[in-house]
C-alpha cells in the first residue's frame, strides 16, 4: 500500500494535485508576498530550487513534517507563508494554525486551562515558526511544564502534518530538545537548509 503524502490527507483542491502544480501555484503566492513587502525576489534560482523541494514534500514525500532551517532572513518565513495561504484554500479557518514557537510557549503558560495551546496542538496543520526563541520550561503551581516538548510528541504520536522553521542547527536542536524529540523529527520531518546571506541586508 502506498504511503500517504501530506496532500493525500488533506481533503480539498490539493488532493492528486502534480508536483509542477504545485509549484507553480506556490511561486506565484510566494511573488505576490515578497512584492508586498516592497521587494523583488531576489536569488531567483535557489529560491525556485526551495520551493520545488516544498511542493514535493507537500505531493510526494510520506512525512508529516517539514523543517526549514539555516541562516536569519534567508527566506524560511515568507515560504511558509505562502505554503499557509495555498493550503488554506477550501478549508475552514482554523484548520491551518501560523503562530511562533514563543506565542505558543506562553499561550500554554497564560491560559489555565490550555486552551488555545490545546487547539493548535491538535490541529490538522500547523506551522511553528522560529523554534528555539522561546524559553525551554515554565513552572506552573510548582509543577515544570515543556510545553514544545510537548506539542511535538503529541503530533508526532497523531501524524499531523506540520511546518516548522528555525535558525537551530542540527546540535542545538538535539541540545535543546533532547534526543527523543529530535529522533522523532528525524524521523518524520523531511528537512530543507537555508543557507547565504540574509536577505534583508542592503
Not at 513534517?65 to 534567508?74: A, I, K
Not at 527566506?75 to 488554506?88: F, H, Q, R
Not at 488555545?116 to 515554565?138: M, N
Not at 497523531?158 to 546540535?171: A, E, G
Request: aromatic share 10%; proline share 5%; charged share 30%.
Amino acid at each position: 500500500m502506498k504511503a500517504l503524502t501530506p496532500s493525500d490527507k488533506l481533503t480539498g483542491k490539493l488532493t492528486d494535485t502534480k508536483p509542477d502544480e504545485v509549484t507553480e501555484l506556490l511561486t506565484s503566492v510566494y511573488s505576490q508576498l515578497v512584492a508586498n513587502r516592497g521587494r523583488t525576489l531576489g536569488r531567483e534560482e535557489e529560491t525556485s530550487e526551495k520551493i520545488r523541494k516544498v511542493s514535493n514534500w507537500l505531493t510526494v514525500s510520506p512525512k508529516p513534517g517539514l523543517l526549514l532551517y539555516g541562516n536569519t532572513g534567508t527566506g524560511k518565513t515568507i515560504l511558509m507563508e505562502s505554503l499557509k495561504e495555498v493550503l488554506k484554500f477550501g478549508r475552514p479557518y482554523d484548520a491551518i494554525r501560523f503562530i511562533t514557537a514563543r506565542d505558543l510557549f506562553y499561550k500554554f503558560t497564560i491560559e489555565p486551562d490550555h486552551f488555545t495551546y490545546g487547539q493548535i496542538k491538535s490541529s490538522p496543520v500547523a506551522f511553528i515558526d522560529d523554534l528555539g526563541c522561546e524559553p525551554p520550561r515554565c513552572l506552573i503551581y510548582g509543577v515544570e511544564h515543556t510545553p514544545i516538548r510537548d506539542f511535538f510528541y503529541d503530533r508526532y504520536k497523531r501524524q499531523l502534518i506540520t511546518i516548522v522553521s528555525t535558525n537551530l542547527d542540527d546540535k542545538q536542536l538535539l541540545e535543546i530538545y533532547g534526543e527523543r524529540v529530535w529522533d522523532r523529527m528525524q524521523e518524520t520531518f523531511d528537512r530543507i537548509t537555508f543557507q547565504g546571506k540574509s536577505f534583508r541586508t542592503k
